[in-house]
């Protein structure tokens, strides 16, 4: 034997309001959760249901004194699907108005666009240019090393790694002075540290001119553009 279907949210809704409908009453939410079950929907789901009907309008809801009561006449429902009516009417109106202006601005947008040969003539000139502004997009975009702009970023990053170098080729000497200092007897085991990290005999302070050969880094050292 099938087990029993139970109840959709819309039906559930509908029997609740059989009961108010039918007694035309006010009731408190525990009375109508010993009403629900009668008409099918069991005592648990019934707040949940009668909650959903007042969000819709269809049940009202008031607080008299301490208690809540809820009630809902079939003229207050009849009120309430004739306001759904009407904003939907008014909605359908305003649709088919914007319609109505959308199809005649496609119309206009469409007066001296129709097919021939001298729009095909000038959509491919336009083509062309488009082409051409890309090719010379391109050209441009080879000789960004020259330009004064893109120089003057790479000239003040230079200065600003180089000034980072020696800044720190200076924390290593104060930092090696500091260990000869505090730990003579291991004059050895430190010079032998520092050859291998890369701390040689010639190891000194960055040049400006050094840090970019040639006739920039001559220019940048003397400080000319």
């Keep these: 034997m ?25 009731f408190l939410l525990k009375e109508l959760e010993k009403l ?5 929907v069991i005592s648990q789901s019934v707040k949940d249901v009668v909650q959903s009907l007042v969000d819709d309008d269809l049940v009202a809801k008031d607080k008299i004194g301490t208690s809540v009561y809820f009630w809902s006449l079939p003229s207050c429902a009849g009120n309430q699907l004739r306001n759904v009516h009407r904003k ?11 319609l109505s202006e959308l199809v005649d601005q496609c119309d206009t947008l469409k007066k001296g666009r129709e097919e021939s040969d001298e729009r095909e003539e000038a959509l491919g000139e336009l083509k062309a240019i488009e082409l051409k502004h890309k090719e010379l997009k391109d050209e441009m975009g080879q ?18 790694a180089h000034a980072a170098a020696n800044r720190w080729t ?12 505090n ?5 050895e085991q430190l010079e032998h540290m520092y050859k291998e990290v890369g701390i040689t005999d010639d190891f000194d302070y960055l040049e400006l001119s050094t840090v970019l050969p040639g006739t920039i880094g001559n220019q940048m050292a003397e400080g000319n553009p």
């Excluded at 819309?10 to 035309?24: C, G, N, T, V």
């Excluded at 629900?36 to 099918?40: A, I, L, N, S, T």
Aim: include cysteine.
């Design 143 to 160: 000789y960004a090393d020259n330009d004064p702009a893109a120089f003057e970023e790479m000239k003040t990053a230079i200065e600003v």
């Design 88 to 98: 939907l009417e008014s909605d359908l109106q305003s649709g088919k108005k914007r």
């Design 36 to 40: 629900g079950p009668k008409k099918g």
């Design 170 to 181: 200076d924390n290593i000497f104060t930092l090696r002075q500091w260990c000869s200092n």
């Design 183 to 187: 730990f003579p007897e291991a004059k």
């Design 2 to 26: 099938s087990k029993k279907r139970g109840l959709s949210l819309d039906e559930k809704r509908e029997k609740m309001l059989e009961i108010f409908y039918e007694s035309q009453n006010f």
